[in-house]
């Protein structure tokens, strides 16, 4: 019988869900942030607590995303660590959002398929672009 890391009580058999080569209670795998219970493999853990995917990107992820601050290279690590920028990257001042280049890439003509006006990909379906949000 193993113990459960949440809560330290043992954990039997028939109530026993593995996750992260740990066993737990069904009602003690649950988000730490917003204690939202949690299915196995549709977490994301850091130092041994457990968080849904959202609180996850909230909580650990990139730290200036969204918000119209700057992300400065040593706090988003870049591709495996390796940053060629020694300045922040600013957002832009967009509102909070950041933006795209100034002119952006020209829609591909042909093909079959609706592309978007603004940033060129490939629309999904539906009324708006998948990417840049604006309308098609």
């Known amino acids: 019988m193993s113990k459960c890391p949440t809560c330290s ?52 992820g990139l730290k200036g995303y969204g918000f119209g601050n700057s992300i400065d290279s040593h706090v988003s690590g870049g591709a495996a660590g390796k940053v060629q920028h020694s300045a922040p990257v600013s957002s832009g001042g967009s509102g909070g959002y950041a933006t795209r280049a100034a002119d952006p890439a020209p829609a591909p003509s042909g093909g079959g398929g609706k592309f978007c006006s603004q940033c060129g990909s490939r629309a999904a379906g539906g009324k708006f672009c998948s990417e840049c949000g604006s309308a098609l």
């Open 9 to 60: 009580k043992t954990v039997y058999f028939a109530e026993r869900v593995s996750a992260l080569g740990r066993d737990y209670h069904r009602l003690c795998l649950k988000c730490k942030q917003c204690t939202k219970a949690l299915q196995p493999g549709q977490f994301a853990e850091n130092n041994g607590s457990l968080y849904c995917k959202p609180c996850y990107s909230s909580v650990i």
